[in-house]
């Protein structure tokens, strides 16, 4: 296994030969290099290796795809698609990466569930901005 310096932190590796079918909870880093179907649930970081294929409802703090996701992905950080993979699917995160070569092929909703504060700016007199 070939890890690079960022994926140091890998709590758990599903390997390249490795299918599984189901739901997977996990705290801290999992890199998927393999075949996963079902769902992922999480806050943390999910990693999608360059040879993983994962078909999944995925609900994460953040996602980093680097092969090929299929599914729903709610992702309460941000989503990285790198460049010569893919992202096939709706996706809800406030932040989207992709890369040169990356596909994301899906709908992306970027609206936060936080409450907004908005505040009017008008020019004064002397047409400087202030606060309303």
């Known amino acids: 296994m070939n890890l690079k310096k960022q994926d140091k932190s890998i709590r758990a590796y599903m390997g390249q030969d490795t299918v599984f079918n189901g739901t997977l909870t996990f705290q801290g ?75 994301f092929d899906g709908n992306c909703d970027m609206s936060s569930s936080d409450k907004k504060i908005l505040s009017l700016v008008k020019p004064d007199e002397k047409g400087k901005l202030s606060s309303a």
């Open 29 to 103: 880093t999992v890199r998927i290099d393999g075949k996963f179907e079902g769902e992922v649930i999480t806050d943390d970081t999910l990693i999608v290796g360059e040879t993983g294929e994962v078909t999944a409802e995925i609900t994460a703090g953040t996602v980093i795809c680097k092969g090929r996701i299929k599914g729903v992905i709610n992702a309460k950080q941000r989503i990285e698609v790198h460049a010569a993979s893919q992202i096939l699917g709706n996706i809800r995160t406030p932040s989207l990466q992709v890369e040169v070569g990356g596909i």
